[in-house]
């Protein structure tokens, strides 16, 4: 995590946004602090993309304001904004070496030649970049266009950094390398930074907190943990990572019921007597050996390397329940297609929804 946050530096307060009779961003409300990194998670369609572009100053809303640092930029042309926005192709001028792509956005604003010469020389140092400076774009790599790209933005030391999708483009090992690349950067230049992006690991990996938004909204906003772990509704639970729901109901007692079984789960305000979904991951059920707990069947083995998710037919679920154990060691046996077992649950990592 970086060093602790101060006030919010941008406000996004009841922005609206509509598109002829679509409602693309509806009512929202958001404060981002100095020096975070943040992601808006979320489908396609939920409006992640369209409040980027109202904060980078490409898209006007109907209703609300967005204030950077205090000031109004409500309306405020993109260019006059303290901001910049790195796009997912990332756009280099294919003429120009990495040097000369750096340089630019500073020759733009007449700096004097030795102020862009020495804060070039810093930003290739501080992204890695110093060997491939005579380098043109199409001599370098996806992931080091992907970094030139990252110090062409920073370079003019925005008090914001957008980036919109900046890995889509990349293969799943180079995405995981700059994933950790943009975090450690991130903290190094102390910019906040603003990521948008649907792959929910790239959310969890980078960034400081979590804003999970559908229908133009925000159903919830929380460290990666409180999203993982605690998600406030049912959308949310299904969309971070990989998530059993059985549906059942909970009782008088305030015990969860299920296809014959009780769940002791904490049903917290839910009603009691009434129709409710219970949600656990496959890493927080327990496999254990046949007539220890919930009867189940393997009928079907994921091998991940170094898990397996194991597919277990139960009578809590017409769908199979998924459960993540170790490749090797204990208990591997027993994930056989066909074998027989037991299911235990950890009633403090469920969680309850009303249906």
Known sequence: MNTPFK????????????????????????????????????PSGCGKTTLLRMIA??????????RLAGADITEQAPEKRPLNLMFQSYALFPHMTVRQNLAYGLEMERLGRHEISARVDEMLKTTDLQALAGRKPAELSGGQKQRVA???????????????????ALDKKLREKMQLELKRLQHEV?????????????????ADRVAVLKDGGILQCGTPEEVYERPANRFVAGFIGVMNFI????SAD??????????????????RDQKAVLAVRPENIALKPAGTG??????????????????????????PLQVRVAATGPGAASTQIGAAVSLAFDAATCRLFQD
């Not at 930074?193 to 980078?206: G, P, Y």
């Not at 015990?255 to 002791?264: K, S």
């Open 57 to 66: 100053g490409f898209e006007v809303p109907d209703e609300g304001r967005i």
């Open 150 to 168: 990252l110090a062409r933005a920073l370079i003019k030391r925005p008090k914001v950094l957008l980036l919109d999708e900046p890995l889509g």
């Open 7 to 42: 006030a919010p530096v941008l406000a996004v307060d009841h922005v609206v946004k509509r598109f002829g009779k679509t409602v693309a961003v509806n009512g929202l409300s958001l404060d981002i602090r100095e020096n975070e990194f943040f992601a808006l998670l979320g």
């Open 254 to 271: 305030g015990l969860f019921r299920a296809g014959g079984e009780t769940l002791a789960c904490d049903p917290g305000g839910l009603q």
């Open 294 to 319: 919930i009867s189940g069947t393997v009928v079907d083995v994921a091998y991940h390397g170094l898990d397996r998710q194991i597919y277990v037919k139960t009578a809590l679920s017409s769908a």
């Open 247 to 250: 549906d059942g109901e909970i």
């Open 190 to 206: 102390g910019i906040t930074f603003i990521i948008v992006t649907h792959d929910q690991e790239e959310a969890l990996v980078m």
